[in-house]
T-cell receptor, first 113, second 114 residues
Framework: QQQVKQSPQSLIVQKGGISIINCAYE??????FPWYQQFPGKGPALLIAIRPDVSEKKEGRFTISFNKSAKQFSLHIMDSQPGDSATYFCAAPRGDSNYQLIWGAGTKLIIKP | NAGVTQTPKFRVLKTGQSMTLLCAQDMNHEYMYWYRQDPGMGLRLIHY???????AKGEVPDGYNVSRLKKQNFLLGLESAAPSQTSVYFC?????????????FGPGTRLTVL
């Protein structure tokens, strides 16, 4: 069964530090790799996504790095802030589907003031 | 726009009871999904729909049924609830595109089965 492996399961970072979360995926027909952010009691919301005709995408303090040969992608949060404390999920397209995602298990990120 | 809404927000059931969760979206999206979220397991797809009148099974469909009689609504039914169905349920919708795009999530329904 296709999987997306996300690590670490939890992460504590000091305010101002760099938070890094990693995901590894299996074969997909489409190159679309999103990260979702979820606050307690809320639904997940898209944070940033990459369609890798490039190896990196940056939006403000958030960057996705993509390594196609290794089938891995990662989320970097620069200058991490307490407001970034949330659970983060990576996802990848399921097989040859152009409308289904398979999800990582999530990373609970805590930013210490 | 309200986006994706879910009813109810919380529910407690006894084993064997039935219930229906309602999802509504006002974005005219073709695709709709029901997920369950359990600690340490991410989001698992229960059922999905690619258009009005169509439904299909996801990863964990057993014990659930769905219907999409109207484009804007996607209903998830539990015919005979079991404690293993205690979870947080999320509905999502997505516009139809040539390639996969952003899924928009509702606020979730927290279900406890005693």
């Amino acid at each position: 069964q296709q999987q997306v492996k996300q690590s670490p399961q939890s992460l504590i970072v000091q305010k101002g530090g760099i938070s890094i979360i990693n995901c590894a995926y299996e074969n997909t027909a489409f190159d679309y790799f999103p990260w979702y952010q979820q606050f307690p009691g809320k639904g997940p919301a898209l944070l940033i996504a990459i369609r890798p005709d490039v190896s990196e995408k940056k939006e403000g303090r958030f960057t996705i790095s993509f390594n196609k040969s290794a089938k891995q992608f990662s989320l970097h949060i620069m200058d991490s802030q307490p407001g970034d404390s949330a659970t983060y999920f990576c996802a990848a397209p399921r097989g040859d589907s152009n409308y289904q995602l398979i999800w990582g298990a999530g990373t609970k990120l805590i930013i210490k003031p | 726009n309200a986006g994706v809404t879910q009813t109810p927000k919380f529910r407690v059931l006894k084993t064997g009871q039935s219930m229906t969760l309602l999802c509504a979206q006002d974005m005219n999206h073709e695709y709709m999904y029901w997920y369950r979220q359990d600690p340490g397991m991410g989001l698992r797809l229960i059922h999905y729909s690619v258009g009005e009148g169509t439904t299909a099974k996801g990863e964990v469909p057993d014990g659930y049924n769905v219907s999409r009689l109207k484009k804007q609504n996607f209903l998830l039914g539990l015919e005979s609830a079991a404690p293993s169905q205690t979870s947080v349920y999320f509905c999502a919708s997505c516009p139809q595109r040539p390639v996969i795009d952003e899924q928009f999530f509702g606020p979730g329904t927290r279900l406890t089965v005693l």
